[in-house]
C-alpha cells in the first residue's frame, strides 16, 4: 500500500493534478546571499565597532590578553554575546542569530541556494519554536533556531515539490540490487557558512534535529533523504568538501554509505560501515507504537507534521507521518585563525515528495572538539 501511495502522489502532482495544501508558490530560482541592517562596524545594535564587546584579543569575552584562549577553552564553548541579534524571521541574518552566530569578526558571510535550481522561497525560517509549545523541541540555547526543509519549512503539509531538476548524489548510493549506482536528488537546499576561526578555537558543534516523511515505511530503500554538514576547510582534506554528520547504520546488512578506511580517515573505526545523518542512520527514531527494540521511545514533535502514526494511528497517513533522530551533536576540527565554510545541505532521494526537514541550534565554537555524531540528552 505504501509503494501504491506514492505512486499515486507521484500521479497527482506530475499531472497538475494538485490539492490546494500542496501548490507551489511561484519558483525563485536565485539564491539568497543575506544582508546586514545594522549600520554600525560590528553587526550588532548596540553602535558600539568592536566585534565582540570587549577589548581583549584573543576573540573571547573574558577581557584577558592571552595569545590563544586555550587555557579558558579547553573543551568548552567559546561565547558570543547575541542578546542584540534579530533571531526570529525569514530572512538570512534571522538565520544566522538563529544558530547563535552574531560576531562579525568570526562570521564573515552566508549564501542560501538550491543546487537543483528548486524555489528557495519558504524553505527556510527562523522560529521560536516548531511544532507544539509542550513538545520536546524548545530551543537549545537564546530562545530560537533555524529550520531548513526540501519543502515549506513552517506548518505540517511536507509534501510539497519546489521545482527545479534533479541532480546526482556523488555521496549517495542505491541500497538495493546495484548498490554502486548513484542516486537522483530533488529539491535540494544549501545554507553557505563562511566563517573564521577564533583565537582558542579547535573545533565547533551543531546541535540539531533530522525529521522526514520518508520514516518509517522507506527505511532501507532508496528513498532516503538526507542531511549533509559539509566542511570545507585547509585543515580537513585539503579543502575538499567533505560530509562531517554520519553514525552508525539502522541496518547495515541493507544500506551503508560508507567504510571507514583507517589509512585516509582519522576519525572513524577502521573497517566499519556508517550512514549520513538520513532515514537509514541508526540515530533515527523508529516510527511505531512501542518506540524502537529495547524501550527508545521517539521524541514528541508533535504539531510539526512530522509526528509518528499520525493523526489516524496508522503509519502510511498521507501529510501527518514521520519520524525524527531526537536531538543530535555533530563536533569537528578545526585550527585557531583558520577560514572555513560549513554548508548544510537537505534533500529529496530519487522524487520531489514526502518532505525532509532539519532544525538547526547552538552553532559554537569550541577549545577541543571530538569529532563525530552522538545524541544529545
Known sequence: MAAISRMLMSFCLGTGVLLAACEDPAPDYTGDTGTDADSDADGDSDSDSDSDSDSDSDGDTDGDTDSDGDSDTESGPIEQDCKDCPAVGNTLDNMACAIDLCDPA?????????????????SYAAVERFG??????APKLNGSYALMASGTATGTNHSVPMGGTGKVDPFGKTPQGNPDKQTPTYDVMEWRLHLKAPAGAHGF????????????DWVSTAYNDKFYVFIEAPSTNGGTRTVINFTECRNQAKYKDFVCDGATMDYCEDGKSYCYVAINTALSECCWYNGCKGGKWTTDISGTGYSC???????????????????????WGIEPGEEFDVIFHVHDTNDDIYDSEVILDAFQFIGKADPGTTPVE
Open 309 to 331: 502514526a499520525g493523526s489516524t494511528g496508522k503509519l502510511n497517513d498521507g501529510y501527518t507521518r514521520g519520524s525524527s533522530t531526537g536531538w543530535l551533536k555533530t563536533e
Open 205 to 216: 558543534q551543531i546541535l540539531y534535529v533530522f525529521f522526514s516523511e520518508e520514516y518509517d
Open 132 to 137: 507544539k509549545s509542550t513538545n520536546d523541541l
Open 106 to 122: 568570526v562570521f564573515l558571510s552566508q549564501e542560501y541556494k538550491s543546487p537543483t535550481n528548486a524555489n528557495i522561497k519558504g
